[in-house]
């Protein structure tokens, strides 16, 4: 016979495995539904490279550039709102002073780009 506390035990344990289940599910779904970084025009793309090296000098000058110049190609009609928030991520990091994970947001980016 089982006891409340073991109860207890096999319900946590249980909505963690469930939790897991669901966790993967979902993240298959999005696999195959082709959910990730969106295509980027040339424009974008181009801005993508730009990130990319700016990561290499650390400099963080150069992340306030490169948003005001994502933000100038947006107003142009260049890029759009999608490409913007892709481009502004490895951006956001930079600017927390994490700047390989900036470096491998930018090149995750790319690496998608060349997929398609």
């Known amino acids: 016979m089982l006891d409340e506390r073991s109860t207890r035990r096999w319900r946590k344990r249980s909505g963690a495995v469930a939790g897991r289940c669901l966790f993967a599910f979902g993240l298959a779904v999005t696999l195959l539904a082709g959910c990730g970084p969106p295509l980027l025009g040339e424009r974008a793309y181009d801005r993508a490279k730009l990130i ?38 490895p951006l956001e990091l930079a600017q ?21």
């Open 52 to 89: 990319e090296n700016m990561t290499d000098y650390r400099e963080p000058e150069q992340v306030v550039a490169a948003r005001e110049l994502i933000e100038a190609d947006v107003l142009a009609g260049a890029i759009t709102a999608e490409e913007r928030a892709a481009l502004l991520y």
């Open 96 to 116: 927390e002073d994490r700047w390989d994970a900036a470096a491998e947001a930018a090149r995750a980016l790319l690496v998608a780009q060349q997929r398609r």
